[in-house]
Each structure stands twice: as structure tokens, then as C-alpha cells.
């Protein structure tokens, strides 16, 4: 690991590593980790990456002698480690509850129909699936309906203030404007995903991954993405 670095986070640019790019600049802790940015997708680009993550996926957080490779766990493990009480919710505290909910909520069921819409509706649509891919996208859509209804009366997810549901969520939104999904996005989900945009630690986030790929030589920064 390089000097003064006490963690290494493998990534590819605005994949899900940017929720965990965006956690440690909200954190103010870019300083302490060695953030090591990817072509993508690492299993057909960076085959010695297999020998770091099995899976073959990003983003993954080296810290303490582990590999942690689930984004929403490893902004939880930062928030509770080093925020001071700042980006998460605290066990025994109001609004745990539907804390952990919409942190899991944001991978496991917005962003896992996204990605297969993206394999087979962008990514392959020369196979044949195109239309099963274009069925994910709808099912993201529906999906939507919680956290809309959630924001309806709120201007943040929990406990009245940002925390990292924010940015396991807004990640959601976010990639669905990259990938051809934002007419899904209500008036107050367009709102809100332009207020988190706004925030230095989004800006910041962005920044870090791009300078780190730059100088990796890594040009095409859009091969994530469409
Ligand atoms: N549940 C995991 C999913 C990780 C994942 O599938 N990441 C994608 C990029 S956003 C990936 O690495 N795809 C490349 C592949 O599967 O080979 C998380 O939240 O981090």
C-alpha cells in the first residue's frame, strides 16, 4: 500500500465504487486511501485483478486484512468507523430501521434490475434480449415508487439530515441519467438527485476517480457506461 495509506479501494469510474468514492469524500478521507481505478470490466480488461477479487468486481475495500465487496456494506463500515455519527445512523437511534432498509434497498433491489437492463438492453442487445433487458428497465421504474413516496415529506431519506442511504440511493438515481433511464425519474426524484449532485463530496468523488484513472492511463472513462 503506498506511504500514509491505511486502505486500498479498486474501482472503475461511476460504477458502484462511487458510492464509496462519494462516503470517503464526504468523510474528508480521500488522504488515507490508495484508490486504484480499473478499465471495465476488470474480468475482460485487467485479468490479474482475479488474484485481488475473485468476483471480478468493483468496487473492493482492502482494509484491516479483509476484502469487503458489497458498496452499500462498505459505506456502512466507513460511516460507523470513522464519521463520528456524521453520515449514518446509529444503532438504538430514530429512524435505524428504515436506515438499514434503504441502504440495502439501493443495491439489492434499484440497482441489480439496472445492470441486468444494461447487459441486455446496451451492453448485448446483439444477442436477442433486447427486450427482456428493456423489462428490467421498467421493473427499476416501478421500484422508484418508495422512494419517491418516502421523499414526498422529507428533503432527506432518514433522520432528517444526509446520511449514506443518500448516497447508496442517489447512486441509483444517478446512474439511471447515464444509462437512458431518467424519464423514469419523477419531478421530486429529479429534485432531490440535483440537490445531492450539488454536494461538494459528489463533486469531489468524481474528480478523484477521474484523476486516478487519467493516471492510469485508463482514457475511455465512459466504457462503464454507455
Ligand atoms: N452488490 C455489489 C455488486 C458489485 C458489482 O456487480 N459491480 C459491477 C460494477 S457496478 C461489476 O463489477 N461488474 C463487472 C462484472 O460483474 O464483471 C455491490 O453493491 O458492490
Not at 194 to 219: C, M, P, S, V
Request: a negative charge.
Amino acid at each position: 500500500m503506498d506511504e500514509g495509506k491505511y486502505m486500498r479501494l479498486y474501482s472503475c469510474a461511476a460504477s458502484r465504487g462511487l458510492r464509496v468514492t462519494w462516503t470517503l469524500a464526504e468523510l474528508g478521507m480521500t488522504d488515507a486511501v490508495e484508490l486504484v481505478m480499473l478499465p471495465f470490466p476488470p474480468r475482460a480488461h485487467d485479468k490479474g485483478y482475479f488474484a485481488v477479487n475473485p468476483l471480478g468486481t468493483v468496487p473492493a475495500l482492502e482494509v484491516d486484512g479483509e476484502l469487503m465487496t458489497e458498496s452499500s456494506a462498505i459505506c456502512q463500515y466507513l460511516a460507523e468507523n470513522f464519521g463520528a455519527g456524521a453520515l449514518g445512523v446509529a444503532p438504538g437511534s430514530a429512524e435505524r430501521a428504515p436506515f438499514l432498509d434503504l441502504l440495502h434497498h439501493a443495491d439489492a433491489t434499484l440497482t441489480f434490475p439496472q445492470t441486468v437492463y444494461m447487459r441486455f438492453a446496451l451492453f448485448e442487445r446483439d444477442k436477442g434480449l433486447g427486450e427482456a433487458g428493456e423489462a428490467y428497465g421498467t421493473w427499476f421504474a416501478r421500484r422508484l415508487q418508495k422512494i419517491d413516496a418516502r421523499l414526498a415529506t422529507r428533503e432527506y431519506l432518514c433522520a432528517a439530515r444526509f446520511t449514506i442511504a443518500d448516497i447508496a440511493i442517489g447512486y441509483a438515481l444517478y446512474l439511471a441519467t447515464r444509462i437512458g433511464l431518467s424519464h423514469h425519474l419523477s419531478p421530486r426524484l429529479v429534485e432531490y438527485l440535483g440537490q445531492l449532485q450539488a454536494r461538494a463530496g459528489f463533486g469531489a468523488a468524481l474528480a478523484w476517480e477521474k484523476d486516478t484513472a487519467h493516471r492510469a492511463g485508463i482514457g475511455n472513462l465512459t466504457n462503464f457506461l454507455p
